[in-house]
Each structure stands twice: as structure tokens, then as C-alpha cells.
């Protein structure tokens, strides 16, 4: 089990040259300004998992808190584990997130359909001021007409490794995530299909992959209208090994850009479709 980090490429320099080619230079100050730093997660996936290191980067298995934080619930159930980042790991290649310290994600997949955003989601940082342990999972009395038991969350097993690799994110047109100025979208008109591709992180450019990010853009249109001016994309999950979120697709874990620089987790939303 370890974090395997790739080189720390953005594809920028590429990004650049292509536009160089086209003769379209003009419009590259504000094309570059849309730019934002984000790591591609690779997870790899075993059918016989071991317990990740402790403090480690992985999906799925059991977090790791310090012995005073509490398992998140939603109305007492508890939440399902999606992540846990270590910020060295991400911190490393890009900035964006603390520089120390961990994240969990959880997810309350019991009320995704008609209980979305920030009550389905929340996000556990620990500062990395004190030790981290395994958590025990927890159970909830649960009781109804039918069933009188106790309750645990659905556990995902966890990945086997994870490989990161930093490039350049660049956003959807139209997005309410950017501040659309004549500038801006002229540029996307002109060469932003163009560089795209040359953004994607080479070892997966010319084929399918798992859309697993941390930082950068959401990469779904949302026909829902729930993105808003000053959000930024967290973590997006794809429908990859354990996790199948159906018709859905990926989890979007989203957050303000002022939270995120206050390091305040308080507030992230969930999105599992957008239309």
C-alpha cells in the first residue's frame, strides 16, 4: 500500500506550444489565467485488500482520526467513508490544499436522492497536531416494523495503492465557476478545445479512464444550476472498482474557494448528477 507520485508535469508548456502553433497567442494570457493546478488519482484495486498505513492516501476502508473526533452521521446513521487524503501527498505536487494534515470524506448515501448537497457530505481534517488511529466503525440501534438491530455503515474495501499525477485543469464553457469576461470567453472560443486535451495527464489521454481528481474544475455540464460563482471543485469519485454510483456516474465534492483557503471543511457539498 503506498502513494507513487508521478512527475510533476501541468501540461502547460505543451498547452502553449499548441496554441503557439495555431498562431493564436493573443488569446493565451487569459487562457493560461483560467488554468488551475488539480492531481488525477489512480487508485489500484485488489480482490484480496490489506489495511492501508495508517495516515495514509487511499478510497474506501476505515479512516483514521484522532481519538476525540467522532464518526459523521447523518439523522444518527452513519456516513460512508469515500476518501481519506493525505495533504503531504497532494501538497507535494500542487498547492491548494494544507500542506499537512488529512482529510476523510463521507457520504450519506441514504438520502442522495432527496437530501443533496452539503447534508449529505462532510469532510473531517485533522491538523496533523495529534496521533492518527484506526477508527472502530460504529453502530446505531436501528428500529422499525420490520428490523431491530444495530446499524453499521456500508464499508467500502480499500484501494491497494494509489498513483498521482499533477496537471492543469481547465473549466466546461459557461460554467458558473468562472467569472466569464469578454477575455476570458473569447479565448475558450478560439483555442480552449484545443488545449484541452494536451491538459490531460499523458497516461491517459488517448484512452478511457476513471475521472478521479482532487482540485481544478468540475468536469460535468450542470444542467441543474447548483454551481455557483467562487466554488471549486474537491474531490471528484468515478464509478470505478467498489464504487458504483449508477446512473450518476461520480461523486462532485464541491467547496468554496475562501472556505477552502481558511482550511473550513464545514461547508462542502455533494453532487452526485447535475443533470
Not at 488519482?41 to 474506501?60: K, M, R, Y
Amino acid at each position: 500500500m503506498g502513494f507513487l507520485p508521478r512527475p510533476r508535469t501541468f501540461g502547460v508548456d505543451a498547452a502553449r506550444t499548441a496554441v503557439r502553433r495555431r498562431k493564436k497567442m493573443q488569446f493565451w494570457p487569459a487562457m493560461e489565467a483560467l488554468i488551475k493546478p488539480a492531481v488525477q488519482l489512480f487508485p489500484e484495486w485488489s480482490d484480496n485488500p490489506v489495511e492501508p498505513v495508517i495516515g495514509s492516501t487511499f478510497f474506501g476502508g476505515i479512516p483514521d482520526f484522532p481519538s476525540s473526533t467522532k464518526w459523521p452521521t447523518r439523522h444518527k446513521i452513519p456516513m460512508e467513508h469515500i476518501a481519506q487524503i493525505n495533504c503531504a501527498d497532494i501538497s507535494a505536487l500542487v498547492e491548494g490544499l494544507p500542506a499537512t494534515g488529512t482529510l476523510n470524506i463521507f457520504f450519506a448515501s441514504q438520502f442522495a436522492l432527496d437530501d443533496h448537497s452539503s447534508r449529505c457530505a462532510q469532510v473531517v481534517y485533522s491538523d496533523g497536531t495529534r496521533p492518527l488511529r484506526r477508527c472502530a466503525v460504529p453502530k446505531t440501534p436501528f428500529e422499525n416494523d420490520y428490523h431491530d438491530c444495530d446499524f453499521a455503515p456500508w464499508t467500502y474495501p480499500p484501494s491497494a495503492s494509489m498513483n498521482l499525477t499533477a496537471f492543469a485543469s481547465l473549466p466546461l464553457g459557461g460554467t458558473e465557476e468562472v467569472d466569464w469576461t469578454d477575455e476570458a470567453a473569447a479565448a475558450w472560443d478560439a483555442v480552449g478545445h484545443t488545449i484541452a486535451k494536451q491538459l490531460v495527464p499523458s497516461e491517459v489521454r488517448n484512452e478511457p479512464y476513471d475521472d478521479h481528481r482532487i482540485l481544478g474544475y468540475i468536469q460535468q455540464a450542470d444542467w441543474c444550476g447548483v454551481i455557483e460563482r467562487g466554488d471549486m471543485l474537491l474531490l471528484t469519485v468515478d464509478s470505478d472498482g467498489p464504487f458504483q454510483w449508477g446512473d450518476c456516474d461520480a461523486l462532485h465534492f464541491v467547496i468554496k474557494e475562501t472556505d477552502l483557503a481558511a482550511h473550513n471543511f464545514s461547508k462542502v457539498r455533494v453532487y452526485s448528477s447535475l443533470g
